[in-house]
């Protein structure tokens, strides 16, 4: 029985692993594609290759995850809310990519 219960959390690691790479993927693509306008067009994000200069560059802000979220729902600034153009996935999606690719939830 522990044998198997070993496995068991291996094997939900492994998958969990899987999920996160999947979902910094899937929130570069809402950060480059998804979103509109995209948020390269504002930002600069160097993993996503955009150098926007009208909204805060992210690689120094470095934005947790919970702040993205905030920002991407509910706009801030001159930046609208994408909450009704964009599903409650992807703003998930791309909140988390920006935190972990700026180290922001590190903070």
Do not use: W
């Not at 993927?25 to 150098?51: I, M, N, R, Y």
Request: proline share 4%; glycine share 10%; aromatic share 2%.
């Amino acid at each position: 029985m522990r044998k198997t219960a070993v496995l068991l959390a291996v094997s939900l690691t492994g998958i969990s692993s899987l999920a996160q790479a999947g979902d910094v993927e899937k929130g570069k693509q809402v950060f480059t594609q998804e979103a509109q306008p995209s948020c390269t067009v504002c930002h600069t994000l160097a993993d996503a290759g955009s150098a926007g200069a009208i909204g805060p560059n992210l690689d120094e802000l470095k934005p947790s995850r919970e702040r993205v979220i905030s920002a991407v729902t509910g706009g801030v600034g001159i930046m609208p809310a994408f909450n009704e153009s964009l599903s409650s996935e992807q703003i998930e999606a791309v909140a988390h990519y920006v935190a972990k690719v700026t180290d922001g939830d590190k903070k």
